[in-house]
Structure formats: structure tokens, C-alpha cells
């Protein structure tokens, strides 16, 4: 490897992690597993009254963030699992929507979505969301050239 290089590999390496940072990915999917094994999570979503399960916003796709930050709300004001987790998610969400810092995710404004689901549901598309955007950016690690 020519020393001319090793600024430029180095310089590269941080690019790619500071960009993967600004996604929160590895802590974003930390706090959803943790969060997928707290209690019983799989009430059926039945939008009633008298049902005390939660329905949230499944989103559409583009429309990730505004629906995560809408459900992570939901989840805090009805004190549905760990607050102090769901609170570290709703501000990450809010952060990432507010400051455009998730290039993956497509940044609408509002959240769309056609279906509604439990918190289970929920919780599985914030992490199978983050899992996509952890393996692209490990694909794009992968291909980044390292010139020996």
C-alpha cells in the first residue's frame, strides 16, 4: 500500500461510519430488540374505545420517519413499554427527521400509511427498517477500494 494513500483510505473509513452514525442505526436497532422483548407486545390493534391495545402507524414507504416519530409519541403518552427507551427512540427519530441526517430514509413530512398495527408490528418495521439500512451500508463498506 502506497503512504499516500493511507489519508485518503482513513479519511474514507470515517466518512462511511460518521454517515452510518448520523442513522443511529446500531443504537436505533439495540433499543427496538430491547424494547421487542419487554411483555406481552401482541394485543390485537382493534381501534375501539374499550380495546386498550395500541394501534400505530405502519408507514408507507418514504414516509418512515414521520410515522416512527408519530408512534414513539403514542407509545410515550400512553406509557406503553420502557419510557426512558422510547423516549432515546422518539428523540432519535425527531433528530433524523428534523435535520435530514438519514440519507437511507426518504424524508416526508408526514406519515402515510394503509395499515395500523399493535406495538409488536410496530416495533418490527422500525427494526427490520434499521436492519436494511445496517447490511447497505455494510455492502457499501465492502466496496469501498482499499489500494495496496
Do not use: W
Amino acid at each position: 500500500m502506497n503512504a499516500s494513500m493511507l489519508p485518503y483510505i482513513l479519511f474514507s473509513c470515517l466518512l462511511l461510519c460518521v454517515q452510518a452514525q448520523n442513522c443511529s442505526v446500531r443504537e436505533i436497532i439495540r433499543h427496538t430488540k430491547l424494547l421487542l422483548q419487554e411483555g406481552p407486545l401482541s394485543c390485537p390493534c382493534r381501534e375501539t374505545a374499550a380495546n386498550s391495545c395500541s394501534c400505530l402507524p405502519i408507514a408507507e414507504p418514504g414516509h418512515e420517519l414521520p410515522c416512527f416519530v408519530e408512534g414513539t409519541e403514542h407509545m410515550l403518552k400512553h406509557n406503553i413499554s420502557s419510557n426512558a427507551v422510547v423516549e432515546r427512540l422518539n428523540l432519535s427519530f425527531q433528530i433524523q427527521l428534523d435535520r435530514n441526517l438519514c440519507e437511507s430514509l426518504a424524508h416526508g413530512t408526514q406519515c402515510q400509511y394503509k395499515t395500523k398495527g399493535n406495538v409488536k408490528e410496530f416495533l418490527t418495521k422500525i427494526l427490520r427498517t434499521y436492519q436494511e439500512i445496517n447490511i447497505h451500508n455494510l455492502k457499501k463498506l465492502k466496496k469501498t477500494p482499499i489500494i495496496l
